[in-house]
């Protein structure tokens, strides 16, 4: 038995791979993904090249061990080398995702290629994502539904739900829910979330089957369990109606918010509405009034009139709440007023002389800020003019009689505009002559053209293409498909010019599609910078309220530290309830949570006899209490997993005794009250053992003996 266990070492590195896999895939035991990592890194030294594709998944997707893209790579790169086609799958997805290298889209379509060839079935789904959208590669949207197509008969998931998409949109092909129920059908057994959630559409809307409420809630709660939020969202509004379901609305409530936690739009309205009702959640007008802003935003115009609700709503406590404060103040004030002796006649003259001095610096206040005479508008023809009354009055009328006003036009000014309004008239009448003319002379023309004479044919072209004018209007317009048909005719007849107008006829099409496209961009660019300094603008505005809100909320902190000097018991609670719980309004900290000072201020409000702050006080306490024993529990964590890494180096540097230790450590484990120092590790501590047993350690050599 004994020899048995010292062969572990000298085991095939086919050994260790299958003995590492059997770990993996939990077979014979239970699945241990450290155990199977030691193994098949053993495996892979001894050039196991299947042991380098495992070790490359592992770290690629992160299964069970942190995902490490650049330890995936050498490993893959390694085992593609030596003729795992499947390792060139995974190294493409890190070239197109740019994971572990720089992302380089040929590069990957280059091993998506070399997996296709192999018939790895992620590899045509690859394939078919880069043509279909054109990622290092000419987009071919014919070429990829064939690739899904492929990818579909070989069993991918990926594949079928794409394909279902569509057909549900008739994105290639031609609309058929039918096929695209089947397809979801077959991909449902696995472990997408996407399957389920268009399923339930599918039964919802009774596309490609028949409606079913029933079926289309099941489908949404799968989809839902497995983290798709669309799912979760309908899901709480099918709860919510009763629809293919018995209405459940707390239930619903759990789902929307969800959703709405997750950022689903759509779900923003109904999560305002449970915080404002506070119905099966605990009511925050804070929360509400944020997502219906959010909703607002979105375009719901009804969540304007709720918002606007609930910030009235939220103003009405607060103004609440300052009035609570100031009968407070109030109360304080008149136990002062109360306490304090009568003043005498001394104490009046003192205010008075006080009060006249605080008049004489308001008055100097005021002329600093009075204009000086220097400064003062001044009007020189008032300063200097000297004249009475009557000499002006006189000035004016004189002035009145030398201004020109207009009068009656002579009879040669009348002459002169009637030539001028007769020219005009004629001018318009011959612009519209010769403008008839023009149309008729291309009605002529184009009926030249359509009995097939080559030379009409190319006038009409050529007039589609240069347009005719007629002091400065239209009387044809350009027209280059018109352009186009006509010279082409003309060109089939041999008319020599006809060629040479074609190619200018293409190019003034090209640049006029290349101005439309420049145009269409320049405005898309427009409206994104418009979109965008919209939201920084309403950003901007959030920051400003949320400052506002903050010092508003400092205000009232300020002010209750205030009105807990003077002993009141409501602002002693109120002020260890600010440091216990903080005091947030959107992301600035207007008041850290502080527990030291919380006990402080309840203590003093108990004592001066609030009955509330007894329960707060208690709640304060035990925070404390359990914070402090947190941090005793991590502290000897901490020193327990330190010395626990200390023993492992020193086992890794060959000593037998530490060595012994470990694999000990491993077989009983370690706990340090909740907290799991080393896990039971049966493979690990074989290792260890073995290792220590074939330096001649007595004792590893006899509890090998025992678990044999």
Request: charged residues 30%.
């Amino acid at each position: 038995m004994m020899n048995d266990t010292l062969e572990i070492k000298k085991e095939s590195a086919r050994e260790k791979y299958e003995r590492g896999m059997k770990n993996l895939k939990g077979i014979a035991h239970e699945k241990d993904v450290d155990a199977a990592v030691m193994w098949l890194k053993a495996a892979a030294k001894q050039g196991e090249e299947h042991a380098d594709y495992e070790l490359g998944k592992l770290y690629f997707l992160g299964a069970g061990v942190p995902i490490d893209y650049q330890q995936a790579v050498l490993y893959l790169r390694r085992a593609a080398q030596m003729g795992i086609a499947e390792a060139n799958y995974y190294i493409g997805m890190a070239y197109f995702e740019g994971n572990g290298v720089h992302r380089d889209y040929t590069r990957a379509i280059h091993r998506f290629a070399i997996a296709q060839k192999a018939r790895v079935p992620e590899a045509y789904y690859a394939l078919a994502m880069c043509l279909e959208n054109g990622y290092g590669c000419e987009q071919d949207l014919n070429a990829a539904l064939n690739l899904y197509q492929e990818a579909v008969e070989m069993g991918n998931v990926d594949a079928k739900i794409k394909l279902a998409k569509c057909y549900m949109n008739g994105f290639g092909v031609e609309k058929n829910f039918k096929r695209a129920f089947q397809l979801l059908k077959d991909a449902e057994a696995s472990e997408s979330s996407e399957a389920p959630l268009m399923l339930g559409k599918l039964y919802y809307n009774g596309k490609g089957t028949e409606k079913d409420l029933t079926l289309a809630v099941e489908h949404y709660l799968i989809a839902a369990n497995r983290g798709n939020i669309e799912a979760c969202f309908r899901l709480g509004v099918c709860l919510f109606g009763g629809i293919g379901v018995k209405a459940d609305e707390a239930e619903s409530v759990k789902y929307i918010l969800k959703a709405a936690d997750a950022e689903y739009e759509k779900s923003y309205f109904y999560a305002g509405t449970f915080y404002y009702q506070g119905k099966y959640v605990e009511k925050d007008l804070e929360k509400a009034a944020g997502y219906f802003a959010q909703a607002y935003e979105d375009g719901i115009e009804e969540a304007r009139v709720y918002l606007e609700k609930t910030k009235q709503e939220i103003q009405e406590q607060k103004e609440e709440r300052n009035r609570r404060i100031q009968e407070a103040q109030k109360e304080v004030e008149k136990k002062l007023i109360e306490a304090e002796p009568e003043e005498d006649e001394g104490d009046l003259d003192d205010e008075f002389d006080r009060g006249m001095v605080g008049m004489d610096n308001f008055i100097s206040l005021l002329e600093k800020s009075m204009p000086t005479e220097k400064s003062m508008p001044t009007d020189k023809s008032m300063a200097t003019d000297k004249s009475t009354p009557s000499e002006n009055n006189a000035l004016r009328d004189n002035d009145i009689k030398n201004t020109d006003f207009p009068g009656e036009a002579s009879e040669e000014d009348n002459r002169l505009t009637y030539e001028k309004q007769n020219a005009a008239v004629s001018d318009t009448v011959a612009c519209e002559l010769e403008l008839l003319k023009l149309k008729q002379e291309f009605e002529q023309l184009k009926k030249s053209a359509e009995s097939g004479q080559a030379e009409a044919e190319y006038m009409l072209g050529n007039a589609y293409l240069e347009g005719n004018w007629c002091n400065g209007r239209l009387s044809v317009a350009v027209d280059y498909e018109q352009a186009e048909l006509w010279l082409r005719r003309a060109d089939r007849q041999g008319y020599v010019e006809a060629h040479k107008k074609i190619t200018e006829c293409a190019k003034r099409k090209a640049e006029k599609v290349a101005d439309e496209v420049r145009k269409n961009i320049e405005e898309n660019h427009r409206k994104a910078e418009a979109e965008k300094q919209e939201h920084l603008r309403k950003m901007e505005e959030k920051e400003r309220q949320e400052k506002i809100e903050a010092q508003i909320a400092l205000n009232e902190f300020n002010m209750l530290v205030d009105y807990a000097k003077s002993g009141n018991s409501e602002a002693l609670y109120c002020l260890g309830e600010s440091y216990m719980k903080g005091i947030v309004c959107g992301k600035t900290v207007v008041v850290e949570i502080n527990y030291d000072q919380a006990l402080k201020y309840l203590a003093k409000a108990l004592t001066a006899g609030h009955s509330g702050a007894i329960t707060l006080l208690g709640e304060c306490q035990k925070i404390v209490n359990d914070i402090e024993q947190q941090k005793k529990k991590k502290m000897h964590a901490v020193a327990a997993k330190n010395e626990f890494k200390s023993l492992v180096q020193f086992a890794q540097t060959g000593n037998p005794d530490a060595q012994y230790f470990l694999g000990m450590k491993y077989i009983e484990g370690e706990k340090l009250d909740d907290i799991t120092i080393v896990e039971p590790n049966h493979e690990f501590a074989v290792f260890w053992l073995s290792e220590a047993a074939e330096k001649g350690q007595e004792q590893a050599q006899e509890i090998l003996q025992t678990m044999y």
